[in-house]
Nanobody
Framework: VQLVESGGGLVQPGGSLRVSCAASGLTFSSYDMSWYRQAPGKERELVASISSTGGSRNYAGSVKGRFTISRDNAKNTVDLQMNSLKPDDTAVYYC?????????WGQGIQVTVSS
């Protein structure tokens, strides 16, 4: 299983960024997908998740209304659209695929929100 994140980088406060994750080596449409993040000195936290069919989405309170998770089961991709970014959103963002007790992780991608 491979999960490869892309699209991170540096953005100013108030700006937008879209991170993507391309999955391979698994039956993508059978897996729930999630984005986690970990900021320096902080624990890893769940940011957003989407069910295997895309019919259910959940967000951390800190990003609700600003971030949107989406998936394309035909392309084996999951995206996280991040708007109204804040310095507190600075972190390494990880894509995960989960099914029952199994969870696969990507290598992570840096998102930095700074002026």
């Amino acid at each position: 299983v491979q999960l490869v994140e892309s699209g991170g980088g540096l953005v100013q406060p108030g700006g937008s960024l879209r991170v993507s994750c391309a999955a391979s080596g698994l039956t993508f449409s059978s897996y729930d997908m999630s984005w986690y993040r970990q900021a320096p000195g902080k624990e890893r936290e769940l940011v957003a998740s989407i069910s295997s069919t895309g019919g259910s989405r959940n967000y951390a309170g800190s990003v609700k209304g600003r971030f949107t998770i989406s998936r394309d089961n035909a392309k084996n991709t999951v995206d996280l659209q991040m708007n109204s970014l804040k310095p507190d959103d600075t972190a390494v963002y990880y894509c995960t695929a989960s099914r029952t007790t199994m969870r696969y992780w990507g290598q992570g991608i840096q998102v930095t929100v700074s002026s």
